[in-house]
């Protein structure tokens, strides 16, 4: 069974320019997770889908900060534009069900953005 | 608000001995699960193992085991045996079932734990 791809691995922008991910959760997984990972933290989730709806983006900075989820399976993550802070690595997950505690959540390798 | 917090940024250990990594969390709900993951330098994050709170059996997984002490509000992850591969960061987390958090994962700064041949 294939695992969650990302893409890009890295990138490396200049702060103001825009920058986007890419993700494919693992095939049939209903619920999709955006988590930012800055350096010496732990991750902390930006935005959790369910099918294509959005299930919670409480902590996504929405002036900066876009996602979407096409047809329910693809996602990408944008931001516009980068600020220095934004340096971090942005995993996606993804579960099988509908998002409830009992289910496991199964990472991608990640994107690692440094904001210049 | 719902914390995790790990106190031991780093550990180290010799191989085939045992180390243990503590871990404390706060909420106000009941139902909740309690996860330890892995982020090896790869960066791919991997569940290690999980504990549901109802159940007052400690989670054990192969070499992997918790000690899980609900009124503490307590999760330790115990590694016996340890071997090269488990030179990582160990993330604790916890998600709760019910109030405004549903489903959100809630982790800890995580442990750099590296062991030594």
């Known amino acids: 069974e294939a695992g969650v791809a990302q893409s890009p691995r890295y990138k490396i922008i200049e702060k103001r320019q825009s920058v986007a991910f890419w993700c494919n959760p693992i095939?049939?997984?209903?619920?999709l997770y955006w988590y930012q990972q800055i350096l010496g933290q732990g991750p902390k989730l930006l935005i959790q889908?369910?099918?294509?709806?959005?299930?919670?983006d409480s902590q996504l900075p929405k002036d900066r900060f876009s996602a979407e989820r096409l047809k329910g399976v693809d996602s990408t993550l944008k931001i516009q534009p980068a600020k220095l802070e934004d340096s971090a690595v942005y995993l996606c997950a993804s579960s099988q069900g509908i998002g409830g505690g009992q289910e496991t959540q199964y990472f991608g390798p990640g994107t690692r953005l440094l904001v210049l | 608000a719902q914390t995790v917090t790990q106190s031991q940024p780093e550990m180290s250990v010799q191989e085939a001995e045992t180390v243990t990594l503590s871990c404390t969390y706060d909420?106000?709900?009941?139902?909740?699960?309690l996860f330890w993951y892995k982020q090896p330098p790869s960066r791919q994050m991997i569940l290690v193992i999980r504990?549901?709170?109802?159940?007052?059996q400690n989670a054990t997984e192969n070499r992997f085991s918790v000690n899980f002490q609900k009124a503490a509000k307590s999760f330790s992850l115990k590694i016996s045996d340890s071997q090269l591969g488990d030179t990582a960061m160990y993330f604790c987390?916890?998600?709760?079932?019910?109030?405004?958090?549903?489903?959100?994962?809630?982790f800890g700064q995580g442990t750099i734990l590296t062991v030594h041949p």
């Open positions: 095939s049939g997984h209903a619920t």
């Open positions: 909420t106000s709900e009941n139902n909740y699960y």
């Open positions: 987390a916890f998600i709760t079932i019910g109030g405004t958090s549903y489903g959100k994962l809630t």
């Open positions: 504990q549901e709170a109802y159940k007052q």
């Open positions: 889908f369910q099918n294509n709806g959005v299930v919670d």
